[in-house]
C-alpha cells in the first residue's frame, strides 16, 4: 500500500510534465488526459483511504521513503511521504473537487487556444498540492508549497496578455514572496534547534524546547500561512487573483491552496500548543480577518471579488479554530473540507453565470437570473444556504462548532472571539445573501440598460454571441466590446460544467451532517491533531440559537436593502463604511504607503550611490591601471639594445638579492 | 710535457670503453632527433613535389612514435619506482620528465597541424601555400623573392627545424646534468630563432623579431655558461646530484685544489642565480621577459603558438628540476628572490596587457602573466607544488596553441588581421570562430569550467599550502586584472558593431580545424573533469635524484 503514495503525486506530475512537453500534437485530447491523470490520483486516493479504514486507530499512519534527497553529515533530507489521516482528509479533498474542476474547465475553456497548457498547470497544482500535503517533513512540504505558489502565479496570470492579468500574477507572487520567506526562517530555526526537519522528529521535541524559540518558530509558520491563505496582513493579493480564469478561483483559491496555511498550522499544532503566545497571535490573526473579508465582501459589486472576500472570511474561521488548540484542530479542518465543498460550488456558479452573460462579473449588470439557469441557480443557492450556516447544510454543523469552540476560549477572550464570529456569521449571511438576489432574483437589469451604447450596425446577437466565447479566450477586454455591443443572452452551460456544480452541492447539503454523525470526524482526526472538548460557558442551545438568529438578521437586513427595492445599476456613493470596504479597506494604499513608496525611495538611492560611490571607486581603479599600463608600455620600446640593458639590471639586481638573502 | 702526454693518453685508453647507454630510456628524444635526421636528407634529395607530404607524414610518425615510446616508459614503471639517471648521468628518465615530455610531444603534434595549414593564404600562382617564406633567403620584396613565388616554392624545411626543437625541449627537462642542460637550451633555440624570421608576410618584421630573439637568446645563454661555470668552480662537477651532494655538505672536498673555492659561498649563490636567470629568460618572466611581444608579434603565428606553448613547458620543467634537484639546500637563499619575480611577472603582465592594441601582444603579456602564476606553485617546494605545475603547463600549452590557432583565421587582405579593433563584431558575423575564441580567452582567465580555472586553482592551493599566502593573494588580484582585458576581447567579438571592411574568417583545411578542436576539447575536459589528470600529475611529481 505505501508504494501507491508516491503514484499519487506522480499521475498529476507526468500530466504536467506530457501536456507541457508535449506541444500542439496533444491540444485535441490534452484536457481528456489531464482529467484523466486526476482522476487517477482521485481513485489511487479512495483505494488508501479504505486500506486505511481497514486498520485500527493507532495503525493508520502509512509511511514511504522514497530517497536521500540530501544526505550529508548532520543534514539529513529525505524525500519520504506520511499519510494520515489529515494528510488523508486533504488528498481526498484535493483529488476529488480537483477532478471535478478539471471536468467543468473542459467546457469552460472549449474556447480558449490553450487549453491544453492550461490543463498542464492544473495538473501541476495537484501534484505540487499533493505533495505538500504528504510531506514527511519541512522541507519537503517547503517544496510542494513553493510548487503551489508557481502554478497558482502562472495560473493568476494565464491571460498574460491582459495587463490586469500580469499584474495580479505578480502580485499574488510578491506577496507570497513574505510568507514563504517566513517559512524558509522557520525551517531554519527547527533545523538549529532540533537538528531535523522531520514532522515526527520535530514535533515530538517540541515541549523540550525554549519557548523562546518555539514562538519565534510559530509566528514564522503563521507568517507563512498568512501569505499562502491570505490573511490579514499578507491578505491583499486574493481579490486580484481573481483575474484567473473561474476554475482556477474554485479550485487554487477558495478550496485547495489557500488552505494550506490551515494545513500548516494544524500539522504544527504540538509547536503552537508549546507557544501559547504564538497561539494568541494566531487566534487574532483569524478574527481580524473574519471581519475584514466579510466587511469587504457586503461592498464587492465583482461577484468573483465578493466571493474572494468570503474565502478570505472563511479561512479566518479556520484559522481561528485552529488558534484554540487541540478543542480547534478538527473543526478547523472540518469547515476547511465543507467550505471546500461549498465554496467550490459557489466559484463554479458564479462561472456558469458569466459563461451565460458574456463574462460579466458586475452583479449590477445581472437579476432574475434564476429563469434562465434553472440548474446553477439551484446548486449555487444551497452552496449559498451552507455558507451562511441553513440549519442542516454542511456550513451550519462546521461553523457552529467553531462558534462554540471560540465561546470555550475560556474568560474575555472567549466572550470576545465568540462575539467575532456570530458578528461574522451575521456579515456572512448579509453578503452572500446579497450576492444571491442581485445575481438570480429582481428584474433583468441586463436587458433594460439606460445607457446602451449603440450597437455597431453589421454585427448581429447570434455573432456577438459568437464572439463572446473566444472573447474569454482573448481576454476579458474584448469580452466586455462584445458584451456591450450585444444583449445577453444568459443561457444554462453544458453538461460537462453542471456536473461538477451538481455533485458539489450535494457536498454543501450533506458533508456536515455525515461528519457530524456521532461525531465522526472528529475521532477520525483524532490520532493526529489530538481532540477535546470544548466547554462553552453558554447552554450549547443557545449558541446555536443565536448563531441561526444573526444569520436570519443578516438575511433580514440584504433582503431589504435589495430585495424590496429595485437595485441600481451603478452603484451608489455609499456610506464612508462602503467606500472603504470597497477599497478593500485601504489595503493598497496601505501597502503603496507603508512598502511601495518606500521600496522605490530605497532602491532609488540605491541606484544613486551605485552609480557614483560604486562605479565611481570601480572606474577610478580602472583608470589607475589603465595610466599605469599606458606608461609601462613605454618601456617597451622595441630596441634590442634597450632590452639586453634591462636584462642585465634584472640579472644584476636578482645575483644581489640572492646575495643579500644570504647576508641578512 | 710527459705528465700532459700520459692524461691525454690515459683519456684515450679510459674512453675506449664504450659507455653503456640505454638507448630504451632515451627512445623519445632519439626518435625525433632521428625523424628529424631523416627529413634533412628528404629536403636535400627527395623532388620538391614530394617534400611537403613526406615531410608532414615524417614529423607526425617521428613524434607521434616518441609519445608512444613516452607513455611506453611511463606505463613501464620510469615515471614512478623505476624512475632511473640514463646516458652516463647526463638524463633524467623520470615521472616530471616523462610528464612534460609527453605535454611537449602532444604540442609538437598540434604544431604540426598549424605548420602544415595551406588553406589560409590565397594560392600563389595556382600552388597552395603556407604561412611560410616562398624563399627566406632572398631579400624581402626583392627580384629573388618574386621569382620564388612565382615558383610556388615553399620552405619545407620548417619541418625538421621543428623537430629538432623538439628534440631539444625534450632534453631539457631531462637533462641531470648542466652541460646537458646548456646543450639542449642550444639545439631547442637555434630552431626557434630560424622558424622566427620565416613569415611569408610583413618579412622584415619577422626578420626584426628573429634578431632580437638571437640577440637577446645569445645574451641569456652568455649568463646561462658563466653561472655553469662558477657552479662548477664552486662543486667540483657539473651533474645536478653532485653539486645537491656538495651544497648539503654531505661529500668531503673532492680536491684540496678546490676546498678553498668551496668554501665561498659567492660562487655558489651567483652561479646558482645567473643559471635560474638564464631559465627565467626562456620562461619570460619579469625583468627578462622583454623579447616576448616583440618576439611573439613578428614570428609566423604557428611558430608563435608552438614557441609560446613548448618553451614554457621545457623550461619550467628545466626550472623546477634545478631548484628542486640541485638547489633544494639554497631554498631559503632563492625563494624570496623567485618571490618577488613572480610578483613582478603577475601584475606587469596583467597591467601591461591592458593598454595593448594587437592579438598577439596581448596574448604575449598574457604569457607573461601566466608565467608569473606557474612560479607562484614552484616557490611551493612541495610535492604538491611540483604537479600543481605539471598541471598548468598541460592546461595552458593547449588554450595557447588554440588560441594563436584562431588567429591564423582572421584575415584580410594584409594577411592576419591581429590589430583588436578588426575583431569588432566577428561574433556577429562568424559566431562559431568567435566563441571557440571566447572559450579560450575564459580559460586564460581562470574562469571555472575551463582548465584555467583548474590550474589556477591547483597552483594557488599549492602556493597557499607551502606558505606563499601573501603571493596567492597578489596572484588573484592580478587575476582580477586580467580578466579585464580577456573579457575585453570578448566584449569586442560579441557587443560591438562589426565595421563593413573588417576581416574575413578564412575556412581552414582539417589541419587547423584539428588542432583548434583538440585544444577546445582539452581545455573543457581539463575544465570539467581535472581529477584525473590531477591525480596523473601527483603521481608523476617527483624526482630522480
Known sequence: ?664 | MSATHGSVHSLWTVAAEAPSIEYAQLSPTLLVLGAAVIGILVEAFAPRRLRYGAQVLLAFLGLAGAFAAVVGLAVGGYATEKAAVAGVGAIAVDGPALFLQGIILLVAVVAVFTFAERRLEPTAHGTRVDSFAAQPAAVPGGEGERAAVRAGWTTTEIFPLLLFAVGGMLLFPAANDLLTLFIALEVFSLPLYLLCALARRRRLLSQEAAVKYFLLGAFSSAFLIFGIALLYGYAGTVSYAGIAQVVEGSVPSPSPALASAMASDALLLIGGALVVMGLLFKVGAVPFHMWTPDVYQGAPTPVTGFMAAATKVAAFGALLRLLYVVLPGLRWDWEPVLWGVAIASMLAGAVIAITQTDVKRLLAYSSIAHAGFILAGVVAVTPSGVSSVLFYLLAYSFVTLGAFAVVTLVRDAGGEATHLSKWAGLGRRSPLVAAVFAVFLLAFAGIPLTSGFAGKFAVFKAAAEGGAGALVVVGVIASAIAAFFYIRVIVLMFFSEPSPEGPTVAIPSAFTTAAISIGVAVTLVLGVAPQYFLELAGQAGVFVR
Open chain 1, 1 to 664: 500500500m505505501e508504494s501507491l503514495i508516491g503514484l499519487l503525486v506522480a499521475a498529476p506530475l507526468l500530466g504536467a510534465a506530457v501536456l507541457l512537453c508535449g506541444g500542439r500534437r496533444l491540444d485535441r485530447a490534452g484536457h481528456w488526459l489531464g482529467t484523466a491523470l486526476a482522476a487517477v490520483s482521485f481513485a489511487l486516493g479512495a483505494v488508501l483511504f479504505f486500506d486505511m479504514l481497514g486498520r485500527s486507530g493507532g495503525e493508520r499512519t502509512l509511511h514511504q521513503h522514497l530517497f536521500s534527497w540530501i544526505p550529508v553529515e548532520g543534514f539529513q533530507a529525505d524525500v519520504a511521504f506520511r499519510l494520515d489521516q489529515l494528510s488523508m482528509t486533504f488528498v481526498l479533498l484535493i483529488t476529488g473537487v480537483g477532478t471535478l474542476i478539471h471536468l467543468y474547465s473542459v467546457g469552460y475553456m472549449e474556447h480558449d487556444a490553450r487549453r491544453r497548457r492550461f490543463f498542464g498547470y492544473l495538473n501541476l497544482f495537484l501534484a505540487a498540492m499533493l505533495l505538500l500535503v504528504l510531506a514527511d517533513n519541512y522541507l519537503l512540504l517547503y517544496v510542494g508549497w513553493e510548487g503551489v505558489g508557481l502554478a497558482s502565479f502562472l495560473l493568476i496570470g494565464f491571460w498574460q496578455h491582459k495587463p490586469s492579468a500580469a499584474a495580479a500574477a505578480k502580485k499574488a507572487f510578491l506577496v507570497n514572496r513574505v510568507g514563504d520567506a517566513g517559512l524558509a526562517i522557520a525551517i531554519f530555526l527547527m533545523f538549529t534547534t532540533f537538528g531535523t526537519f522531520a514532522f515526527g522528529e520535530v514535533l515530538a521535541a517540541a515541549d523540550g524546547a525554549g519557548e523562546g524559540t518555539l514562538t519565534a518558530i510559530g509566528l514564522m509558520l503563521l507568517l507563512a500561512a498568512c501569505g499562502k491563505s491570505a490573511q490579514v496582513p499578507l491578505q491583499s493579493w486574493l481579490g486580484d487573483a481573481m483575474e484567473g480564469p473561474t476554475p482556477v478561483s474554485a479550485l487554487i483559491h477558495a478550496a485547495t491552496m489557500v488552505t494550506a496555511g490551515v494545513y500548516l498550522i494544524t500539522r504544527s499544532g504540538a509547536i503552537y500548543d508549546a507557544a501559547p503566545n504564538a497561539q494568541t497571535v494566531v487566534v487574532i490573526v483569524g478574527a481580524v480577518t473574519l471581519l475584514f473579508g466579510a466587511i469587504v465582501g457586503c461592498a464587492k459589486d465583482d461577484i468573483k471579488k465578493a466571493l474572494a472576500a468570503s474565502t478570505m472570511s472563511q479561512i479566518g474561521y479556520m484559522v481561528l479554530a485552529a488558534g484554540l488548540g487541540p478543542i480547534g484542530y478538527a473543526f478547523a479542518i472540518m469547515h476547511l473540507v465543507t467550505h471546500g465543498f461549498f465554496k467550490a460550488g459557489l466559484f463554479l456558479g458564479a462561472g456558469s453565470v458569466m459563461h451565460g452573460m458574456n463574462d460579466e462579473v458586475n452583479m449590477r449588470k445581472y437579476g432574475g437570473l434564476r429563469r434562465h439557469m434553472p440548474i446553477t441557480f439551484v446548486t449555487f443557492g444551497l452552496g449559498y444556504l451552507a455558507i451562511i450556516g441553513f440549519p442542516g447544510l454542511s456550513g451550519f454543523f462546521s461553523k457552529d462548532l467553531i462558534i462554540e469552540a471560540a465561546f470555550s476560549a475560556g474568560g474575555v477572550r472567549g466572550w470576545v472571539l465568540g462575539g467575532a464570529t456570530l458578528l461574522g456569521a451575521a456579515l456572512t449571511a448579509y453578503y452572500m445573501t446579497r450576492v444571491m438576489l442581485l445575481t438570480f432574483f429582481g428584474e433583468e437589469r441586463w436587458r433594460h440598460r439606460p445607457t446602451a451604447t449603440p450597437a455597431e450596425p453589421d454585427v448581429e446577437p447570434a455573432a456577438g454571441r459568437g464572439a463572446a466565447a473566444p472573447g474569454r479566450a482573448s481576454g476579458q477586454t474584448a469580452g466586455q466590446a462584445a458584451g456591450a455591443a450585444a444583449e445577453p443572452h444568459p443561457h444554462e452551460s453544458p453538461r460537462v460544467m453542471t456536473l461538477p456544480m451538481i455533485v458539489l452541492a450535494f457536498g454543501s447539503v450533506f458533508a456536515g451532517g455525515l461528519f457530524n454523525w456521532g461525531e465522526a470526524f472528529v475521532h477520525w482526526l483524532e490520532p493526529v491533531t489530538r481532540f477535546e472538548h470544548p466547554h462553552p460557558p453558554l447552554p450549547i442551545p443557545v449558541i446555536t440559537g443565536a448563531t441561526v438568529a444573526v444569520m436570519l438578521l443578516g438575511v433580514g437586513l440584504a433582503w431589504l436593502q435589495y430585495g424590496r427595492r429595485p437595485v441600481p445599476v451603478t452603484a451608489p456613493r455609499g456610506s464612508l463604511l462602503t467606500r472603504a470596504a470597497r477599497r478593500d479597506l485601504f489595503q493598497d494604499d496601505f501597502n503603496h504607503a507603508a512598502f511601495v513608496s518606500g521600496g522605490q525611495h530605497l532602491t532609488r538611492s540605491l541606484v544613486y550611490l551605485d552609480h557614483t560611490v560604486v562605479d565611481g571607486a570601480v572606474n577610478g581603479t580602472a583608470a589607475a591601471f589603465g595610466g599605469l599600463s599606458g606608461r609601462l608600455r613605454k618601456v617597451q620600446n622595441g630596441f634590442a639594445r634597450s632590452y639586453a640593458v634591462s636584462m642585465f639590471g634584472g640579472a644584476a639586481v636578482l645575483v644581489a638579492a640572492t646575495l643579500l638573502m644570504r647576508a641578512v
